[in-house]
Structure formats: structure tokens, C-alpha cells
């Protein structure tokens, strides 16, 4: 099995976007260490999928417009982040490194077009969550009852896809590990965002960004 230099190239990118937020998050001290710890964990699994997406590859043409809806959302967190002052200047330059991925991925799952009809099907509900982010983080600069919402459905969608990756044998054992992973992640940062009302409304944007990027790679 093989991958696209295109693809391999953006798993490293992917990679090196969590370690910068995962800086971030470090350095300041006001930040729920819940938060910190998920980011580090969030930057070890980058790190897992950058190995596995080097060698293996399927995708669907329903996942290339769930990488869209991606890019759609990026854009929403790059304009927030470029529009208000006080963010670092490192957090903002990881939005437009952010966004330069997506796009990097769109246009590589343009070109793949199989994958079992299950995961097919995770892929339609992401899609979903996506749009359901996008009206959030455009619209709201605090938490919401829609937000906590979204939180749980993109835990059950972690749910169906590691039970799609664990019982589907063409899937390496490195994958089923990160998918295992990115289910606690996102368990994790639901329960950050529902129980620490007083976390920044940009490191809150953060952390959905740091959320998105195991589900969309996984995919």
C-alpha cells in the first residue's frame, strides 16, 4: 500500500500545527491543565497518524467533501483568530498553518475514492458535526448549550469509527491504537469545554481545532 508524497507532507504539517499549540497552551498559565494534557496527547497523536498515513491510504469521495466543510470551518477559526488582538501572535499563525492544511488535504482526497460503505457513513455524520461547529464558533464567543451538544455527537462519531477501524482486517494495528486515542481525546476536551466555563473564548476555538484534526485524519 502507498500515499501521496501531497498526503505524507501534510501529516508532518499536521504534526507540527499541535506541537505549536500545544506550546501554546503551556505557556500560559491560565489554561485548565485538563486542556494542557489534552493537547499534548492530542500532539502524540498526530504523531501516531503521521507514521500510519505514510503507509497506508482509503479514502472515499464523501470524505473529500467532509474536507471541504473542514477548510469552510478553518476559515471561520482563522478569521476569529486574526481579528482579535490579544491572541498570541504564535495561536494565530497556527490558524493560517491550520487552514494551508486543509486545503493541502482537500485537494489530495479529491484524487482517492474507495472505502467500506460503515465508514462512509461516519464520514456523512461528521459532515454533520462540522456544519454544526461552523454555526457555533461563527456565531457564539462563549460556550453554548449547541456547543456541548456538538461535543457528544463528535464523541459518539470517535465511538463509530473506532469500532469501523477495529473490525475491518486491512486496518494496521498502529491505526486501531490512534483511533482507541482519539476517542479518549475527544472525551477529554468534551469535558474540558462543559465543566471550565472560564477558559478563553479564542483557546476555546483552539481546542475545537485540536479536537477536528484526529477525527478528519482518522477518516
Known sequence: MWVSSD???????????CSDLSNV??????????????????LAICSDLSNVLTNYMWVSSD???SAWRCLAICSDLS?????????SSDLRYSAWRCLAICSDLSNVLTNYMWVSSDLRYSAW?????????????T???????????????CLAICSDLSNVLTNYMWVSSDLH????RCLAICSDLSNVLTNYIWVSSVLRYSAWQVLKWPVITLK
Open 63 to 65: 470524505l473529500r467533501y
Open 125 to 137: 455524520r461528521c459532515l454533520a458535526i462540522c456544519s454544526d461547529l461552523s454555526n457555533v464558533l
Open 79 to 87: 478569521n476569529v483568530l486574526t481579528n482579535y488582538m490579544w491572541v
Open 25 to 42: 497552551l503551556t505557556n500560559y498559565m491560565w489554561v485548565s491543565s485538563d486542556l494542557r494534557y489534552s493537547a499534548w496527547r492530542c
Open 177 to 180: 491504537y490512534s483511533a482507541w
Open 7 to 17: 498526503l505524507r507532507y501534510s501529516a508532518w504539517r499536521c504534526l507540527a500545527i
Open 139 to 153: 456565531n457564539y464567543m462563549w460556550v453554548s448549550s449547541d456547543l456541548h451538544y456538538s461535543a457528544w455527537r
